[in-house]
């Protein structure tokens, strides 16, 4: 089964009954007694492909009933949460080895990530103020103004993670094309420079975090920003183009405690520049980076 | 004019004694193990004992040193503010340094007492400020399993007030950034190094198993000695 099969998955469970497909990306809400069966028809085909699991028990009935699952979902019709889903990666486990290594992605994605996504929904189904946000808005109002929910951990590394998968692709590495390396060369000094920069940021993280690159709002500039643990850079504000995982479970199968060669391998192989160049493109809605532009009458 | 001189050369002459002190000063070692690598096996395997003592441990120190070396040159030049820059280096490789050195005479092979409930007065206290040792190991557990990322999770005695407490701390802050009146007696190591060629993410089974292989006999010896 395919990624986007699975995907598809989990969005058509979310059309039978009285739930539906409520707002942006990731976000859908979905009946939780239909996914429940999906989930265990899914794990049992295909353990890992697995794209939204509730934290539920499932159901004792059996999946050759469909009329039962129907008068089930009837009865309780207010089973129904918001739930947030497991995407994965648009690569293959494999693509991105030597420098990233299957089992890695493994463990990274399929038991890391995942138990963030599993905690995140075990979380919104006793929360339900927090219900109907997409994740940009939760992460915020999680963040409560540097004093965190509960839920900010698990839903700010939701997060993180997707967006650390997309920020990697095989054959990654190279150089920054088009206006993105004229931003950076003017941002930074050099490219160089930029990756100097980087790298050291990430050793000079005292602990778990996360090193970003990020464009700047109100100075209207690139900038290297570091995380501690689970924080992003949205909650303050800037815009995040790009991200390496520094916490030990990301590197410590392939590199173990050799951080920068890490971070080293993670700029000469597996850094995607199309993404980001894609991301400044769309932040570029909200910053303009260039000089104002005034029509002549 | 003299007077100044004079000035100077009272206040330069200890100062640069105090100097010599300092560059005469020691650099730290990597502590021996009581234990072979290998020896905690199953609860902790070998390859993360042998990782996590001469890379991590050691790295820890060689920064640690290292920082030592700076601040010494910095406090040498009068150059405060490099001086003050150093301060987090120093926190977290010097309390890398001590925090491991306290957790590996915190664990023992279980054929040399590893795990051994305490007696005495320790495991008198336990009962006392916990209920029972049961009781202490799943707290313990709890707030283990609660650090956000990186960091320590202590039992503690608190020398002035003369009574147990569970502490945790984040990345390689040592124990005494909770307080000055805290003897560690028992600090187990939840950073994902510690735990995750064996465990993966599951650092609540780690947390589960390595009581089979803590030191009690090292933990009742530091309490009888802070809290006699």
């Known amino acids: ?297 | 004019m003299a007077l100044r001189t004079l000035v100077s050369r009272k206040t330069l002459g200890p100062w640069s004694r105090f100097h010599q002190q300092i560059r005469g000063l020691q650099t730290f070692t990597l502590p021996d193990l009581a234990y072979d690598y290998g020896a905690l096996e199953p609860a902790i395997s070998a390859e993360i004992m042998q990782l996590h003592h001469q890379k991590h441990h050691q790295t820890y120190i060689t920064n640690y040193n290292k920082a030592l070396e700076q601040l010494d040159d910095a406090i040498a030049k009068g150059d405060a503010s490099t001086a003050v820059k150093l301060q987090s280096a120093i926190k977290f490789n010097g309390g890398g340094h001590v925090n491991h050195s306290i957790f590996w005479k915190n664990l023992a092979p279980t054929s040399e007492g590893g795990g051994e409930a305490p007696h005495g007065s320790l495991g008198w206290a336990i009962d006392q400020h916990f209920g029972s040792f049961e009781k202490l190991i799943a707290k313990m557990n709890t707030e283990g399993a609660g650090v956000q990322g990186s960091g320590w999770v202590w039992l503690a005695v608190d020398k002035e007030l003369k009574r147990l407490v569970v502490e945790t701390t984040a990345n390689q802050d040592p124990l005494v950034t909770k307080g000055a009146s805290l003897a560690p007696l028992v600090g187990i190591d939840v950073w994902e190094h510690a735990y995750y060629l064996q465990y993966k993410n599951v650092r609540p089974d780690y947390l589960k198993n390595i009581w089979k292989v803590i030191n009690w006999k090292y933990a009742s010896e530091i309490y009888e000695k802070e809290c006699p």
Request: overall charge positive.
């Open chain 1, 1 to 297: 089964m395919s990624w986007s099969c699975s995907n598809y998955l989990c969005l058509s469970s979310s059309s039978s009954s009285s739930s539906s497909l409520i707002s942006s990306h990731e976000l859908t809400r979905v009946n939780s007694c239909n996914l429940s069966c999906e989930y265990k028809e899914q794990r049992r085909k295909d353990p890992i492909n697995i794209v939204a699991y509730n934290g539920l028990k499932p159901p004792s009935y059996k999946l050759d009933k469909p009329q039962k699952r129907k008068n089930h979902a009837l009865k309780k019709p207010n089973n129904i949460s918001a739930y947030y889903s497991l995407k994965p990666p648009s690569y293959k486990f494999d693509a991105l080895e030597p420098y990233m290594s299957k089992r890695t992605l493994e463990v990274h994605w399929g038991e890391h990530h995942r138990a963030y996504v599993d905690t995140l929904n075990k979380y919104l189904s006793k929360n339900d103020v927090l219900y109907g946000y997409t994740m940009d808005e939760l992460l915020k109002v999680t963040y409560n103004n540097g004093n965190p929910l509960p839920e900010f951990n698990v839903a700010a590394q939701v997060w993180n993670h997707d967006f650390f998968w997309e920020s990697m692709q095989p054959g990654g590495g190279n150089l920054p094309i088009l206006g993105l390396m004229e931003q950076i060369e003017k941002d930074f000094g050099s490219f160089a420079n930029f990756r100097q920069d980087f790298i050291e940021s990430a050793m000079s993280l005292f602990g778990s975090g996360w090193v970003w690159l990020v464009l700047k709002r109100n100075e209207k500039r690139l900038a290297i920003a570091t995380t501690t643990n689970a924080v992003t850079p949205l909650v303050w504000d800037d815009i995040p183009l790009l991200s390496l995982d520094m916490w030990e479970h990301a590197y410590y199968r392939d590199y173990k405690n050799d951080r920068v060669k890490y971070a080293n391998v993670f700029m000469d192989h597996l850094v995607s520049w199309n993404a980001v160049l894609g991301r400044m493109a769309r932040a570029q809605a909200f910053v303009n980076l260039g000089e104002p532009k005034i029509p002549v009458a």
